[in-house]
């Protein structure tokens, strides 16, 4: 960790320390210290986190809930700007990366912004048909993944220096989208046999009916289903960073009561490579 003067702190929720979360603490904690890092979990999970080394395990007397996490993050966020300079909000499979031509790495991006508030490129990392699985010790970017799907329901607004509400899932905030050479690269589809545990996991403690629940009930066949529709994409496309960014940029609208910026779910129809754009020795998540 290099010499930083802004003071930043990491946020996310997570319902067990498995799965993506070590890797999340590890990339996260080795940037900004883990005392900097700060978790919020779900009724009766505190415990699973016991041996965890992070800043503070905050548990909430209630089950997951999509709308409920949104609301407490704001609150925290505004809790730890009162003694942060910056705040960053990811979820544990979500990997902030710079643009390494132009930073050695995210806590050199965040010390030289100079903006209130920066939106995230979405970038889902696929895993091809003839990938190994995952590693969980070594580099992913460019190493065990090799292409990326842009997804604009990814472009969420996670660095901020002044208190934000958010819509549920991120998808969207209370202040209009902001680009600044930052991504955030989404594992949900880097490893597919993890993100079936990991469903079968989220459903613990959901209440069937609800929204949260459909949601991590879709079941293996239809993750593996939708893994090989992406892994299937062409390699090679002419729709340019600038003119996605631009797509999604005119689709954006304020919802007149939450006064939530959102913009529409688009994807690119073929992948890139992640080593032509992110080719980096600092690209280590």
Known sequence: MGLLVKKV???TDAISPAFFFPRWQRYYGGLFGPENLHVITY????PLFRDVQVGNIWEVNRPYDDKLRVDLIADFVAILLNSYDVVLRCDVDEFLFPDPARFLNLADFV???KQPYVTARGVDVIELEDDLPLDS???ILGNQRHYGLRSAALNKTCLTTVPLRWAPGFHGANVSPHFSCLYNFHLKWADIKARIIW????LTGLTPGTSEHTYFAVGAEHLISVAKFFSNKPKLGEE???EFDQRFLDSVSVHQESQIYQGEFITQDFLFSLEKQ???PAADF
């Open 43 to 46: 009724a009766g999970m505190k």
């Open 199 to 202: 469903n079968e996991k989220m």
């Open 111 to 113: 010390e030289k912004n």
């Open 137 to 139: 010790n070594a580099p």
């Open 278 to 280: 992110f080719d980096s």
């Open 240 to 242: 340019t960073e600038g």
């Open 9 to 11: 702190a990491v946020i």
